[in-house]
């Protein structure tokens, strides 16, 4: 079936530092969300894209859908950017999130 | 931000009952959605609705699940009879109309275990 690959599983960074998450997509997508889960559980929404960049702050993602991915970049990386990220993508003609595995980002001094 | 609100946050039930989960969506949304995660696997879909009616459903979306808003009030998710392989976390999500409607909220989830 349509999948969501996201890497890495686990990403270490020192404060100030950067670094990106990636996405790919076994089919082609319409629109992809960007999402981080925070200490409640809750996923708080960052991106949602159907095509090229958003920035906001520190982060910003790309959707290619043609090439089937999408990224997040984090730069300048803070404590409270620690948390599991997660893309969420949407295929052609329907409305169902497909996630995929998630990213641990740990952020140290 | 626009918030998504979920009763229980938990509960316990014996296999074999009824159980509903109950999901108070941000106001002027019309498209709701359940997704259930298992322990330590990946966030998977239910089922959307919009409009009084199902509108997707993914095979995990059971014969024994049933989904409805009741003139606006609570979105609900029932499982009759429930299973042990139900116990998982369930969360709601809505969505707004429009363009921007494919941007989902989600509530902080339902954690159901059947014993």
């Known amino acids: 079936g349509d999948q969501v690959e996201q890497s890495p599983s686990a990403l270490s960074l020192h404060e100030g530092t950067g670094s990106a998450l990636r996405c790919n997509f076994t089919t082609t997508m319409r629109a992809v969300q960007w999402f981080r889960k925070n200490s409640r559980g809750s996923l708080i929404n960052l991106f949602y894209l159907a095509s090229g960049t958003k920035e906001n702050g520190r982060l910003k993602s790309a959707f290619d859908s043609k090439e089937r991915y999408s990224t997040l970049h984090i730069r300048d990386a803070q404590l409270e950017d620690s948390g599991t990220y997660f893309c969420a993508a949407g295929r052609q003609g329907g409305r169902a999130l497909i996630f995929g595995t998630g990213t641990t980002v740990s952020v140290s001094p | ?115």
């Open chain 2, 1 to 115: 931000g626009p918030k998504v609100l979920q009763i229980p946050s938990h509960q316990i039930i014996d296999m074999g009952q009824m159980v509903t989960l109950n999901c108070d969506p941000v106001s002027n949304h019309l498209y709701f959605y359940w997704y259930k995660q298992i322990l330590g696997q990946q966030m998977e879909f239910l089922v959307n609705f919009y409009n009084g009616k199902v509108m997707e459903k993914s095979k995990l979306f059971k014969d024994q699940f049933s989904v409805e808003r009741p003139d606006g009030s609570y979105f609900t998710l029932k499982i009759q009879p429930t299973a042990l392989e139900d116990s998982a976390v369930y969360f709601c999500a809505s969505s707004p109309p429009g363009q921007s409607g494919n941007t989902l909220y989600f509530g902080e989830g339902s954690r159901l275990i059947v014993v």
